[in-house]
C-alpha cells in the first residue's frame, strides 16, 4: 500500500483546524501536516496538539502547499492536498486516492460541483469560475475540468517533475495546467463539500479578496494554460 502525507495549509483557522486534524484516517495515512501561513490566532499549536505535524512558510497560499510537499516524508509517494477550514471531507480520502494506489492515475482531484455540496458551501461565482476555467482548459488543453477545489491527490514524483512556480492562489489551477502539460494520467471524481466550520473565507470572504484572487487566477490561465498541450514525441 502506498504512503500518503496529508498537506493543510492554514492561515488563521484556530476555529476549525483541530477538528480538521481530528478527523484524520490516522491509520491510512503516514502523516498529516499543517502548514503555517503567518496565523496570528494559534493554529499551529491547536494543529499540533490535535497531532498534526506543524511546519511554517512564507505567506502564500501556494507558498505553503510548496512548503509541505518539501518536507513530506521521503517515504511517501501520495500526496494529498486540502483546506484547514473544515470545508474539504476526509471521508472520501480512499476514492481519491484509489485511481493513483491502483495505477490508473497520476492526479486525481475532487471535484465539488459533481458532488453533494452543503447549502451555501460555494458562491454562484466560485461555480462559473470552475465552469469557465474547465472549459478555457478543454479548448486549449483537451482535458476536461470542473474545478478547482483544494482536495486533490498526485504522485509525488509528478509533482516534482511539474516544477511549480506560483506561489498564491493560482497554485491549484498550475498543477492542473501542468499535469495537462505534462501529460500526466488525470481523473476527476465527485467529492462531498461542506460549509467551513468557523471563521471567513480568505478568498471569498470579502470583495478585495475576491478580486485579488480572481486576478491572480487569471493571470496564472493566461500565462500557463492557453498554450497547448505538447505533442507527444
Avoid at 511546519?55 to 501520495?78: K, M, N, Q, T
Avoid at 458562491?123 to 470542473?146: E, H
Amino acid at each position: 500500500m502506498s504512503q500518503i502525507s496529508i498537506v493543510i495549509p492554514a492561515l488563521n483557522e484556530s476555529g476549525s483546524i483541530g477538528s480538521v486534524v481530528s478527523e484524520m484516517p490516522w491509520q491510512r495515512i503516514a502523516e498529516c501536516i499543517v502548514v503555517d501561513n503567518g496565523s496570528t490566532d494559534g493554529t499551529g499549536a491547536i494543529a499540533a496538539a490535535a497531532g498534526a505535524r506543524v511546519i511554517e512558510s512564507p505567506r502564500g497560499y501556494g507558498a505553503a502547499c510548496h512548503a509541505g510537499s518539501v518536507a513530506a516524508l521521503a517515504a511517501s509517494d501520495i500526496l494529498v492536498f486540502m483546506d484547514g477550514d473544515g470545508s474539504d471531507i476526509v471521508a472520501g480520502l480512499d476514492r481519491l486516492v484509489g485511481p493513483i494506489e491502483q495505477g490508473e492515475a497520476d492526479f486525481v482531484i475532487g471535484s465539488r460541483l459533481r458532488g453533494n455540496r452543503e447549502p451555501g458551501s460555494m458562491l454562484p461565482s466560485q461555480v462559473f469560475a470552475g465552469w469557465m476555467v474547465g472549459w478555457l482548459l478543454w479548448l486549449t488543453q483537451g482535458v476536461r475540468y470542473t474545478d478547482m477545489g483544494s482536495f486533490r491527490a498526485i504522485r509525488r514524483s509528478a509533482l516534482e517533475q511539474s516544477h511549480m512556480s506560483e506561489m498564491t492562489y493560482g497554485w491549484n489551477l498550475e498543477m492542473q495546467i501542468k499535469a495537462c502539460q505534462h501529460r500526466l494520467r488525470i481523473q476527476e471524481i465527485p467529492v462531498d463539500y461542506r460549509c467551513r466550520l468557523a471563521g471567513t473565507s480568505k478568498v471569498s470572504g470579502d470583495l478585495a479578496a475576491s478580486v485579488r484572487a480572481a486576478v491572480r487566477i487569471l493571470d496564472v490561465l493566461f500565462r500557463t494554460g492557453l498554450s497547448r498541450r505538447p505533442k507527444r514525441a
